[in-house]
């Protein structure tokens, strides 16, 4: 017949289970780039002058 499944030890299910958590953790890219779109002057002042915000762009929009 067919092969008898073995029950599998619970401490390797908790070992499976805390490396596969580190994988996705470790994998993670922290430093993801946000786009962030601004309506009024006020607002795009506070953005430009925020020391915690590395503004990479400035896309402006034009009369055409």
Request: charged residues 25%; hydrophobic residues 35%.
């Given at each position: ?7 599998v030890s ?55």
């Amino acid at each position: 017949m067919g092969k008898q499944v073995l029950p599998v030890s619970r401490r390797r299910q908790v070992a499976k289970l805390a490396l596969n958590s580190f994988w996705g953790r470790w994998g993670m890219n922290l430093n993801k780039t946000k786009l962030s779109y601004v309506n009024s002057v006020p607002d795009f002042n506070r953005y430009l002058s925020d020391p915690t915000k590395n503004i990479k762009d400035i896309f402006l929009p034009s009369e055409e």
